[in-house]
């Protein structure tokens, strides 16, 4: 990149960060009902319930995270974090960060921190977690992505981001256990107890 087509990008990215703190602002202003979580994708706002299972399903990630790196991982759920294209504020189902992570000079953690992130489907939303976040996600490139698809049974591995998108997914049946040794996270994930819809 010359000098220019570098500042002509800082120039995009704070525009995007100017944006979404905007509407983030509105949003935390509205009466947003109790269990339901509020992102952007791609510029449009999305309200989703946070249903039982989905939580289920969360937990069991946080927790196997948790039990190989310890509670002072830098694991979070349901937090802001902007990624690359137009106006997109995420708030990952569950986003790892490389112990370094730390917040820019706007208070928000940043996409090269995020070393893994995962997302259980909502029935409403499930288009933005395949393409959108996914593609997003490529770009910024976050090593892993994991999707949970309560309602197929099944998850999808996304590793190895190039040229803004993924390789194909490794798929695997909940009941299955998911190895991702040699992976950033270097576990195996149990799925037998993941619940379906």
């Known amino acids: ?33 109790e269990g339901f979580r509020v992102e952007i994708v791609g510029g449009n706002v999305y309200m989703t319930p946070q249903r039982d299972i989905h939580w289920e399903i969360i937990r069991a990630f946080l927790w196997a995270i948790e039990d190989r790196f310890g509670r002072k991982v830098r694991v979070f759920s349901d937090v802001r974090i902007d990624f690359p294209g137009h106006q997109n504020g995420f708030c990952p189902d569950i986003a ?32 933005n977690d395949y393409v ?13 992505y994991v999707i949970a698809d309560p309602y197929q049974g099944r998850c999808y591995v996304y590793t190895n981001p190039k040229s803004g998108d993924y390789e194909d997914p490794q798929r695997v049946d909940f009941g299955t256990d998911i190895d991702l040794t040699g992976t950033v996270v270097d576990l195996t994930l149990k799925t037998d107890t993941f619940p379906r819809d």
């Open 132 to 144: 959108p976040k996914r593609l997003a996600y490529a770009e910024a490139e976050v090593p892993l």
């Open 96 to 127: 790892m960060l490389k112990d370094s992570a730390k917040k820019d000079d706007t208070g928000h953690w940043r996409y090269e921190d995020v070393q893994f992130v995962a997302e259980v489907i909502s029935k409403g939303t499930a288009a």
């Open 1 to 33: 990149m010359t000098v220019l087509e570098d500042r002509i990008a800082m120039a995009d990215t704070d525009a995007n960060t100017e944006a979404l703190d905007e509407w983030f602002e509105r949003l935390e202003r509205m009466p947003v009902p």
